[in-house]
């Protein structure tokens, strides 16, 4: 079992498949293990990797607290561990604001960052209005409706089961990764990095809405949008087969030369 040093905190992380580099940033409320949908459905075409950041799944969990500023330098460890190049980093809810931070701080080994269901911190007066009045709607709703359709945990009660069981593994809690956003990027540092970006959006999003998205494709210039029909928050859980597609698509893409997109 594979682990990586970040200044002096051991993590857990998994390397599966060949090819081009995907690493998986999990959420608030999953680990490694959360991407079983993905490993097995990409291993074929690429190198897939999953990692527990600190506190979460099998990564040290032993600090008395956890800040989540230390998340982007978790990811960079492992991208230095396995000595990655022309990685797409794909995040996760809140887990996208710690690939972001990791792409700009390691663009010599990240070529793009998918920021699932985030504006990944962004610095932004506009972003950071429309993304509040869509967490102000979210609050509203139990969380598992936030992630999940009422369809999907009538149809498939296992699953959703399995989905809320994941997050008993952690130690670390959403309120520890609350302050990735404090002093986030700005768009001319995005800009400046040569970090590719691609927003990634279910359209059915009750935590951060399709036109907020949108919203922060058109303010980055040369970014890319993907909104997948019917998807909820937690795409990658309940709807793998267009999410798959999507993130296959976005690692071909991203890798061709810009002048070739």
């Given at each position: 079992m594979p682990f990586a040093d970040s200044?002096?905190?051991?993590?857990y992380y998994e390397r599966h498949g060949s090819g081009p580099a995907i690493l998986f940033v999990h959420g608030s409320g999953g680990h490694h293990a959360a991407w079983w949908q993905q490993v097995a459905a990409l291993r074929d075409e690429f190198t897939v990797v999953t990692v527990d950041l600190r506190g979460f799944?099998?990564?040290?969990?032993?600090?008395?607290e956890f800040d989540g500023q230390d998340f982007p330098g978790d990811v960079v460890a492992v991208l230095d561990r396995e000595d990655l190049t022309d990685v797409m980093l794909v995040?996760?809810?809140?887990g996208s604001v710690a690939a972001l931070r990791a792409g700009l701080l390691r663009p010599e080994r990240v070529s793009s960052v998918v920021l699932g269901h985030s504006l990944g911190g962004i610095a932004h007066p506009e972003l950071r209005e429309l993304a509040a009045a869509d967490r102000a709607e979210a609050v509203r709703l139990p969380v598992i409706d936030r992630l999940l359709t009422r369809r999907f945990q009538q149809e498939r009660a296992d699953l959703t089961f399995l989905f809320q069981q994941m997050g008993t593994f952690n130690a670390a809690r959403m309120q520890d990764l609350r302050n990735l956003d404090t002093?986030?990027?700005s768009l001319e540092e995005i800009r400046a990095c040569g970090v590719r970006v691609a927003f990634l959006a279910g359209e059915r999003d009750a935590v951060l809405g399709v036109r907020t998205v949108t919203r922060a494709h058109e303010l980055l210039p040369g970014s890319h949008l993907e909104i997948v029909p019917g998807a909820p928050h937690s795409m990658y859980w309940e709807t793998p087969g267009p999410y798959n597609a999507a993130i296959a698509h976005l690692r071909r893409t991203l890798t061709a030369p810009k002048d070739a997109v």
């Amino acid at each position: 079992m594979p682990f990586a040093d970040s200044d002096g905190t051991s993590l857990y992380y998994e390397r599966h498949g060949s090819g081009p580099a995907i690493l998986f940033v999990h959420g608030s409320g999953g680990h490694h293990a959360a991407w079983w949908q993905q490993v097995a459905a990409l291993r074929d075409e690429f190198t897939v990797v999953t990692v527990d950041l600190r506190g979460f799944g099998k990564s040290d969990s032993s600090m008395a607290e956890f800040d989540g500023q230390d998340f982007p330098g978790d990811v960079v460890a492992v991208l230095d561990r396995e000595d990655l190049t022309d990685v797409m980093l794909v995040g996760q809810s809140i887990g996208s604001v710690a690939a972001l931070r990791a792409g700009l701080l390691r663009p010599e080994r990240v070529s793009s960052v998918v920021l699932g269901h985030s504006l990944g911190g962004i610095a932004h007066p506009e972003l950071r209005e429309l993304a509040a009045a869509d967490r102000a709607e979210a609050v509203r709703l139990p969380v598992i409706d936030r992630l999940l359709t009422r369809r999907f945990q009538q149809e498939r009660a296992d699953l959703t089961f399995l989905f809320q069981q994941m997050g008993t593994f952690n130690a670390a809690r959403m309120q520890d990764l609350r302050n990735l956003d404090t002093d986030g990027p700005s768009l001319e540092e995005i800009r400046a990095c040569g970090v590719r970006v691609a927003f990634l959006a279910g359209e059915r999003d009750a935590v951060l809405g399709v036109r907020t998205v949108t919203r922060a494709h058109e303010l980055l210039p040369g970014s890319h949008l993907e909104i997948v029909p019917g998807a909820p928050h937690s795409m990658y859980w309940e709807t793998p087969g267009p999410y798959n597609a999507a993130i296959a698509h976005l690692r071909r893409t991203l890798t061709a030369p810009k002048d070739a997109v």
